[in-house]
């Protein structure tokens, strides 16, 4: 990488720091759930325009493709960076400034961060464009958060054509790693998540004459264990794999057995094949528990998101550029995740990098891990966020 380029790139990050603040804090204020992301598009579709960049919305529902052309590249092929734009149903606890106005909705995953960073990327990005080997398309995505995930509709509107996409990079906020440190994970990193609906119908009745009912209750508790042999005694050891269940509803009382109970859980795992091969098992063994009972079941298995996959040469790649601009005691090598991500989607079609962009600041009170209601950043991470975004384009 030209060392002039490196320099410019980090004294443009530096000086837009204050306007990518007020980016991310103007979007934290105003949040808006997975799909319904009209004003934050409009927002960013306003700020792209002061900046000259032309782009489109409206793409995959609520989303924002734009696109800066390289002066001295006219092929078919471009790199790709992406933000999300979504926020989570968490009611916020933090007392700042910045607050969200919006009542039981938070940017409490960090995509006011991200969509803030693409942001001053873009800025710098379109001052340099004479420098780019490569056209640069800018996608801003909603529903991150919510099956079927804003990438599939990002991909069915053809975000990753016209021009085609070579390869592609996201970063995320990760509160693990303090303020001014990244983190990397070549080949599979993230885990696949299908989410599953279970509506146990029994038969109700007194609490005292059990002999007279079909308890959803037990039936429910069965499922619940009997479900973990799929994980313990038909998942290979080597694979990771988890089958959790956050919720277990039947609404009787001391002496009431209900008729109906409701369990929500998630599986995730990190390959594909044996995703397949345990969904089926999961369907199998909650109907023959349920009819082993005299109970009957409605189950839902939604589809999530796939397995991401980083590409190892690019990844280490980028890495490697950290390391230059950083230090490599800053540039940390990360374990494998069970949580998931629908960059996935993309990462399965082309090559891909998703990275990590350290947020924390124990001194300052800002530990809190994503999804958390207290969940902040030291807000001097949006320095090497947008830095980063600018480099892995040179």
């Known amino acids: ?30 949040p808006e759930l997975s799909y319904q992301e009209e004003e934050t598009m409009h927002y960013v579709s306003a700020k792209l325009t002061e900046l000259g960049i ?69 800025e710098i990005l379109n001052e340099i464009k004479e420098n780019l080997p490569f056209p640069v398309k800018l996608i801003f995505q909603p529903g991150e958060e919510k099956n079927p995930g804003g990438a599939t509709y990002m991909i069915r509107d053809k975000v990753l054509e016209n021009p085609r996409v070579d390869k592609m990079y996201a970063l995320h906020v990760f509160p693990d790693l303090p303020v001014g440190e990244l983190g990397f994970h070549a080949g599979r990193y993230m885990a696949s998540c299908d989410e599953i609906y279970i509506t146990i119908n029994g038969k109700g009745g007194h609490g005292a004459t059990p002999h007279q009912c079909i308890d959803p209750i037990v039936i429910g508790a069965n499922i619940i264990l009997q479900l973990q042999q799929i994980v313990s005694r038909k998942c290979d050891p080597k694979i990771p794999c988890v089958l959790s269940f956050g919720h277990f509803e039947a609404m009787g009382a001391t002496n009431v057995i209900p008729s109906k109970a409701i369990l929500k859980g998630t599986f995730r795992t990190m390959d594909e094949g044996w995703r397949e091969q345990a969904l089926v098992l999961v369907d199998q063994q909650v109907n023959e528990i349920a009819k082993s ?17 980083n590409d190892v040469s690019l990844t280490n790649e980028l890495a490697v550029k950290a390391r230059g601009l950083i230090g490599s005691d800053k ?37 809190c891990g994503v999804h958390h209601p207290r969940f902040d950043i030291d807000s001097e991470a949006l320095i090497l966020g947008v830095r980063m975004m600018v480099t892995a384009c040179i």
């Not at 471009?78 to 989570?88: F, K, M, N, T």
């Not at 189950?299 to 999530?304: L, P, Q, V």
């Open 1 to 30: 990488m030209n060392p002039e380029l490196s320099v410019l790139i980090e004294q443009r990050s530096l000086a837009l720091y204050k306007k990518v603040k007020n980016y991310r804090e103007h979007l934290h204020q105003y």
């Open 54 to 122: 032309p782009h489109e919305i409206g793409v995959g529902g609520t989303g924002v493709v734009a696109l800066i052309q390289a002066e001295k590249h006219s092929g078919q092929q471009c790199i790709a960076l992406r933000s999300d734009l979504d926020a989570l149903p968490i009611a916020e606890e933090n007392e700042v400034p910045y607050k969200s106005k919006v009542r039981d909705v938070m940017h409490a995953c960090g995509h006011d961060v991200h969509t803030a960073i693409l942001l001053g990327a873009a």
């Open 331 to 367: 540039v940390h090598d990360l374990p494998i995740r069970l949580t998931s991500e629908d960059f996935a989607f993309y990462s399965q079609l082309v090559p891909a990098c998703f990275f990590r962009l350290g947020v924390r600041n124990e001194e300052k009170g800002i530990v």
């Open 293 to 309: 009972h005299g109970a009957t079941v409605d189950i839902e298995i939604s589809r999530g998101y796939p397995c991401i996959e």
